[in-house]
């Protein structure tokens, strides 16, 4: 597998368990680097290199947040008020996350990659 074309121009962080991320079939290169660390905080200390992150409702979206990285999140259309109030919710008021919230993210992923470009190209422009 290669990267979509219109990424292409970026530099790419792929976090992960290792299994999940060789999964992808995307090699590493000059412009996509894994991080797959078993340490979690050997893994968070590259979240701070990013200029923005694309992410899954997840630990590494939660750090990014936290260092004022514009982050698009990836997340299922759940009630959960505690996640909402704490993890989300405070980020979406200030700007620094958006989300893509799913019903079932295989019938939506042509929507969720709209998104995500879109949230790119606003970053980048």
Not at 68 to 87: G, L, Q
Request: glycine residues 4%; contains cysteine.
């Amino acid at each position: 597998h290669t990267l979509p074309r219109e990424l292409a121009y970026y530099n790419i962080i792929l976090f992960g368990l290792p299994e999940d991320i060789t999964s992808l079939g995307i090699p590493q290169s000059e412009s996509v680097r894994y991080v797959c660390y078993l340490d979690v905080y050997k893994s968070f200390s590259y979240v701070e290199q990013c200029d923005y992150v694309v992410a899954a409702d997840s630990s590494v979206k939660t750090m990014s947040s936290m260092l004022r990285i514009p982050t698009f999140v990836w997340m299922a259309d759940n009630h959960d008020p505690f996640r909402d109030s704490v993890f989300i919710d405070p980020y979406v008021k200030d700007g620094v996350i958006k989300t893509f919230k799913y019903k079932d993210a295989f019938k939506e992923v042509e929507e969720g990659i709209k998104q995500t470009k879109e949230f790119l190209s606003e970053q980048t422009h």
